[in-house]
């Protein structure tokens, strides 16, 4: 009989401005949005690619990505957060769980991510080695989120002894 694990995690990062949005593109789920300001954050702060990888490393008993992944460790600086995501995912095996699946949920007034979000779950999906489903919601002009100052990613993995 196989022992499975749940895991939650979630992430939140704000919108850059200024000069901190200089370049940077911003990045959710694997994908790029063109014309979008970037997200705050020491890697490319993929906050889907962040809620997920925290709830594999969850669900594993293995703590969070800031023990992981630590943002005073300069060697993360600008990270590619879909490799961050397949590193919580081998750490998970290598202490003896398989991914199974995960689900998450964007909490964001901006960008609108329906046109992208199957290239979102193919990416997601190819970094964690098994379906990760993404889904969003709009906040409704409700609160810091609503007033698009950031967003916000809630997600759930199940990972399999």
């Known amino acids: 009989m196989s022992e499975l694990r749940v895991g939650l995690g979630v992430d939140l990062h704000r919108f850059a401005a200024g000069a901190e949005a200089d370049g940077a593109p911003l990045t959710l789920g694997g994908v790029h949005f063109a014309g ?3 997200l705050v954050g020491h890697s490319d702060a993929d906050a889907i690619a962040h809620a997920v990888a925290d709830a594999v490393l969850g669900a594993a008993g293995l703590g969070d990505m800031g023990g992981h992944f630590p943002d005073t460790d300069a060697a993360w600086r600008g990270a590619d957060s879909l490799g961050l995501l397949t590193a919580a995912v081998a750490e998970a095996a290598a202490a003896g769980w398989r991914f199974v699946n995960a689900d998450c949920t964007l909490v964001a007034e901006r960008p609108r991510v329906a046109e992208v979000r199957e290239e979102m779950v ?9 379906p990760v489903h993404v889904k969003a919601t709009r906040p409704e002009g409700l609160g810091s989120l609503g007033r698009v100052e950031g967003v916000a990613c809630l997600a759930v993995a199940l990972l399999e002894r």
Not at 124 to 129: H, M, N, Q, R
């Open 36 to 38: 979008e300001r970037p």
């Open 122 to 130: 193919e990416r997601l999906s190819d970094a964690a080695g098994g």
